[in-house]
């Protein structure tokens, strides 16, 4: 299944807050987007999961046993 569509959408979303001068709203959209590619990448290829360096990690792609 193609996640295209929600990566866009997100980065649609920043350039708006963006143009809208919502600094901190584009700052989290951006991490929105990065975590968006790591969970799809996780789902394409479970072995290469990893959470993003700044979280705890702790909930985050877990391998469910």
Same mark, same amino acid.
């Given at each position: ?15 708006? =807050? ?5 600094? @901190? ?9 990065? /975590?968006?590619? /790591?969970?799809? =990448?996780?789902?394409?290829? *479970?072995?290469? =999961? @990893?959470? *993003? =360096? ?5 909930? /985050?792609?877990?391998? *469910?046993?």
């Amino acid at each position: 299944m193609s996640h295209v569509w929600l990566i866009q959408s997100l980065a649609e979303l920043r350039d708006h =807050a963006v143009d809208s001068g919502l600094t @901190r709203l584009a700052e989290h959209l951006d991490e929105s987007i990065r /975590l968006a590619h /790591l969970e799809i =990448a996780a789902l394409e290829d *479970p072995q290469h =999961a @990893r959470a *993003p =360096a700044h979280t705890h990690g702790d909930d /985050l792609m877990q391998d *469910p046993k």
